[in-house]
């Protein structure tokens, strides 16, 4: 079956700690993308490649980081300069261009506590 | 002004009701438009591309109106299943592959 998988669903984190949230699609998709949502908030987008070994910062890349190595990879770190970690981490992908429609993954629930 | 603006709702209907949704955007240039369902607690889910010529699925119908920059999702026959939070989508950027999510209308369908 095609998609895309995140690991861990639920994480737990003490502050102060860096944590790395897994994504892998089977798609062939070449964009990948990492977004947050808090209750009762629209996605935000923190970071998207669109290549392989290029990627680019969203509108809170702040505290985290990414990398892109593989086409089917794109995890990332949330690191202790994020102030608020808190949050539901979604992950998608899309064929390249304007049109294209996204498709996320189930997601990472992380905790800080 | 905001960038995807939807009404947070919950709109509250009965089985079988036809209910509406409107969402309005700010970038005159955007190119792609969609519409995304998202149960409690889970990842969004595509449920429809909005053409300019308008586009229906079942008992779903989206049109875009370019001029006055604004989209609406028509759901007829409400289902008990129907529940949950819809989102509207839109590319922002022309020539780009980022999307700009509204923050959801919520909808919720009685017995």
């Known amino acids: 079956d095609g998609g895309i998988t995140q690991s861990p669903k639920y994480l737990f984190r003490k502050e102060g700690q860096n944590v790395t949230l897994s994504c892998e699609q089977n798609?062939?998709?070449?964009?990948m993308y990492w977004y947050r949502q808090d209750p009762g908030q629209g996605l935000r987008l923190i970071y998207y490649?669109?290549?392989?070994?290029?990627?680019q910062k969203g509108d809170i890349a702040e505290g985290y980081s990414v990398s892109r190595e593989k086409k089917e990879s794109f995890p990332l770190t949330v690191t202790s300069a994020q102030k608020n970690p808190t949050a539901f981490y979604l992950c998608?992908?899309?064929?390249?261009?304007?049109?294209?429609?996204?498709?996320f993954g189930p997601g990472t629930r992380l905790t800080v506590l | 002004r905001k960038e995807v603006e939807q009404d947070p709702g919950p709109f509250n209907v009965p089985e079988g009701a036809t209910v509406a949704f409107n969402c309005t955007y700010s970038?005159?240039?955007?190119?792609?438009f969609f519409w995304y369902r998202q149960d409690c607690r889970k990842e969004p889910k595509l449920l429809m591309s909005?053409?300019?010529s308008g586009n229906e699925d079942g008992r779903f119908t989206a049109q875009l109106n370019r001029a006055s920059q604004y989209i609406s999702l028509l759901i007829r026959d409400s289902k008990l299943s129907d529940s949950a939070t819809y989102l509207c989508?839109?590319?922002?950027?022309?020539?780009?592959?980022?999307?700009?999510f509204g923050k959801g209308t919520m909808l919720l369908v009685s017995p």
């Open positions: 989508v839109v590319n922002m950027l022309a020539g780009y592959s980022t999307l700009t």
């Open positions: 970038n005159s240039a955007s190119q792609s």
């Open positions: 909005v053409y300019s």
């Open positions: 798609l062939n998709h070449d964009a």
């Open positions: 998608a992908s899309s064929m390249t261009g304007s049109y294209n429609e996204q498709f």
């Open positions: 490649s669109q290549i392989v070994n290029d990627f």
